[in-house]
């Protein structure tokens, strides 16, 4: 069966640090991964996915994320942090092995400090 | 494009009442899916269609809720009776087809049950 763990329940940075927010996963099967971003009172917004193609996957508003399948993970990074990356962030696997849905991560809440 | 519509924003119940909540995907996704949400966990999904037909309903508690997709456009999810721990905010995401396919997220329905 396929899980996902984000090893972080909570982060903080100061704007125009780096970031990085950490996922692994499990899955027997070749996996689809994403990370979806929540701002408050918000829906859920895409940020990129994984599907097989190239390892590393850019995403929107200067995020990128890297599969490394000897480690099972799929780290969400960057460069630098914006106010307006404070939010919760889900990494999400899909479950390839038969109804292809979804199985999400406790989230981690990004706090940007000015 | 119009993104996927939810209603109510938000509902306020006393345990043993009932409660609905509506849905409307992004024109033409034939996969629709409903999430919940407690506050501080990942969302867990309740029900996955395919057009009009069940695809996964395996985490639904039937004795209490219920959810329809009639004409395979618009879905319904119903509590009867709400308890307390329904407390939670309640995601409709729909996709083009389920597999490898992005799912786009309402802004979703916060409920509390008092």
């Known amino acids: 069966a396929q899980s996902v763990t984000q090893l972080d329940s909570h982060v903080s940075v100061s704007e125009g640090t780096p970031v990085l927010l950490r996922c692994n996963y499990s899955s027997s099967y070749s996996p689809s991964l994403f990370w979806y971003v929540q701002h408050p009172n918000k829906g859920l917004q895409l940020l990129l996915k994984?599907?097989?193609?190239?390892?590393l996957v850019k995403g929107i508003n200067g995020f990128e994320a890297e599969f490394k399948k000897s480690e099972t993970s799929f780290h969400l990074t960057k460069p630098s942090a914006h106010m307006s990356d404070a939010a919760e962030y889900f990494c999400v696997v899909s479950d390839t092995s038969g109804t292809y849905k979804y199985i999400f991560g406790t989230g981690t809440r990004l706090k940007v400090l000015a | 494009e119009a993104g996927v519509a939810q209603s109510p924003r938000y509902k306020i119940i006393e345990k043993r009442q009932s409660v609905a909540f509506w849905c409307n995907p992004i024109s033409g996704h034939a996969t629709l899916y409903w999430y919940q949400q407690i506050l501080g966990q990942g969302p867990k999904l309740l029900i996955q269609?395919?057009?009009?037909?069940?695809?996964?309903d395996s985490q639904l508690p039937k004795d209490r809720f219920s959810a329809e997709r009639l004409k395979g456009v618009d879905s319904t999810l119903k509590i009867q009776p709400a308890k307390l721990e329904d407390s939670a905010v309640y995601l409709c995401?729909?996709?083009?087809?389920?597999?490898?396919?992005?799912?786009?997220f309402g802004p979703g329905t916060r409920l509390l049950v008092l």
């Open positions: 995401a729909s996709s083009l087809v389920s597999y490898q396919e992005t799912q786009y």
């Open positions: 269609f395919q057009n009009n037909g069940v695809v996964d």
């Open positions: 994984y599907t097989s193609a190239a390892t």
